[in-house]
RNA sequence: GGAGAGGUGGCUGAGCGGUUGAAAGCGCCUGACUCGAAAUCAGGUAAGUGGGCAAUCCCUGCUUCGGGGGUUCGAAUCCCCCCCUCUCCGCCA
């Protein structure tokens, strides 16, 4: 959530960001009328708790006495109704207040681009270079199909559409490809390994941004308040909903493993085949909790560490910044994707988007941290960066070390966690 | 799923209708003592949100004792609903 009070100090500026995102600016205004109109009231309100509140002693001084305090009660009493119809009021506007609020995103950092569609993008580098093939490469589906461990018919069977099943030597690699990632971000990264439930309730969801406003993206459980993640961020990011931290304790760095749940709504048509779109996908998630002065730099860090990843299975990437209009965080402040080459598109594709959230979501999951004895509280800053997405991961190790007859080689760093050095029809 | 017990400040734990934002102890911070430390002594030590002020100093109002609602002039304390934790039983990978 942004802060509300810069609807009130700097409305030019929370225009400019909306604007920059492509969204409408009038909300800004309507939500500083309404602050404003919350304040006079908390205002009434407290005068009059105050008022209540030296009268009830009062009451009880006289009682204590053994005097009459009945008129002193019936006028205390007409003033606990007044206090309930402002109160009443003031909910009201609160509630008015955050439903607005709770949708408006991030404000853009200072240096990202400005932009309406990813064409305004900038890309900072490439790694890499794109295999030149002595052979026509095939698609990760075709290659899967043919080998018999990537079997789209079954999981449409057992699932219906966007689903898969991993078979044989391809389901091993998901395996490795998981432990392989964590282990480097944990052994050489400096995060710590979460393992976390992947069932979460909606306050969970709303803590990190993707509720209220991204609702149809997500899968409901019928019947109760409750939903599946979309992203494991959401759960890494909400295990210290409602600290407050200790600032010696900070940056505090989390990865884990988590199945991710998306319906993919509006996504109709769009690359049907294979593992880069589906409904349920494996993912190995970065988060970081830090100062907000050294948020750039665990952002630059994030990058570095889904980088690795990249290089160390030997795949060409692409690393870009998002410009404003482009930006698919809704939480985010600044965004960076990493894009492996996918050579059946021949294009670069999205495994991971590293991003700074401010102080976006520990405002909304009241994430605060303290820097010593008589300090005020401070909200955190947020980062989230996928280390990465496992499915197009293993997709591009198919489609980039795919030999001619068809096998798939091992990349070398994934040798001693297979024990194989090609996927292929066999077992073992 | 059934039965019982419980959820209070960083922690342990009192309070069970009025001056208690909360005893006591522990922890932590500051000061005194000390060459320094320990021990001892004195003081301080929750969060949120308003107002005053040039002020991140300071003064001050309101709210918060798992969450929500109710009773009352007044609720941590009484009543109702929900959530969570623990123990026992049942079920289960």
């Not at 009830?56 to 606990?80: F, H, N």
Request: proline share 3%; hydrophobic share 35%; glycine share 8%.
């Amino acid at each position: 959530m942004i802060d509300i009070k810069l609807a009130v100090s700097d409305p030019d500026r929370l225009k400019k960001a909306l604007e920059s995102r492509g969204l409408q600016t009038a909300i800004v205004d309507e939500m500083a009328t309404l602050d404003q109109k919350r304040k006079k009231l908390v205002q009434e309100s407290d005068e009059l708790k105050r008022l209540r509140n030296e009268q009830s002693k009062q009451v009880g001084l006289l009682k204590s006495k053994g005097e009459d305090a009945s008129e002193l009660m019936a006028k205390t009493k007409q003033m606990g109704e007044r206090i309930a119809a402002i109160d009443q009021e003031l909910d009201q506007i609160k509630s008015e207040l955050d439903s607005i609020a709770l949708t408006v995103p991030n404000i853009p950092e200072e240096d990202v681009p400005y932009g309406k569609s990813d064409a305004e993008n900038i890309h900072v580098k490439t790694v890499g270079q794109p295999r030149v093939f002595e052979f026509e490469p095939k698609g990760h589906w075709d290659l899967g199909d043919t080998l018999d461990v990537l079997d789209n018919t079954r999981a449409a069977k057992l699932s219906g559409a966007r689903f898969n099943v991993f078979k044989g030597k391809l389901a091993a690699l998901q395996r490795a490809l998981i432990s392989y990632m964590i282990d480097m971000h944990t052994k050489e990264h400096g995060f710590k390994e979460i393992f976390a439930p992947v069932l979460v309730l909606d306050k969970t969801c709303l803590g990190t941004g993707q509720l209220p406003k991204f609702a149809q993206d997500m899968y409901k459980i019928e019947g109760e308040d409750m939903y599946l993640i979309s992203t494991n961020e959401i759960t890494l990011v909400n295990m210290h909903q409602g600290e407050i931290l200790k600032a010696s304790d900070l940056p505090i760095r989390y990865t884990g493993f988590a199945l991710c749940f998306r319906k993919e709504a509006g996504a109709a048509g769009r690359d049907t085949r294979g593992l880069i779109r589906v409904h349920q996908f494996e993912k190995v998630e970065m988060v970081t909790f830090c100062k907000p002065e050294e948020s750039s730099k665990e952002l630059q860090h994030l990058i570095d560490s889904a980088g690795a990843v990249l290089e160390g299975l030997g795949l060409p990437y692409r690393l870009s910044l998002m410009c404003t209009g482009d930006m698919s965080g809704f939480s985010a402040a600044k965004s960076y994707d990493l894009e492996v080459w996918m050579p059946s598109y021949n294009a670069y594709v999205e495994v991971s988007s590293c991003s700074n959230c401010t102080d976006f979501q520990a405002r909304r999951a009241q994430i605060r941290f303290k820097e010593g004895q008589g300090e005020g509280t401070k909200f955190v800053h947020t980062l989230n960066g996928s280390g990465l997405a496992i499915g197009r991961t293993m997709a591009a190790i198919m489609e980039n070390y795919q030999e001619k007859d068809g096998r798939i080689r091992v990349p070398d760093a994934l040798r001693n966690y297979l024990g194989f050095e090609f996927i292929d029809g066999s077992n073992k």
